[in-house]
């Protein structure tokens, strides 16, 4: 039970992890993106 509990607990963590590098690729990617984005509306204009 105890080491069903610890397993489970290192599992959250790993994902929590992941999910955090994720994010901030994401974001990274999202933004360029965004700017890319914002960039060509300025020159149409």
Do not use: D, I, P
Request: hydrophobic share 55%.
């Amino acid at each position: 039970m105890v080491f069903g509990y610890w397993a489970l607990g290192m599992g959250h963590w790993a994902l929590v992890l992941s999910v955090r590098v994720a994010s901030r690729r994401e974001a990274e990617v999202l933004g360029m993106e965004h700017w890319v984005l914002v960039k060509g509306q300025m020159t149409k204009n």
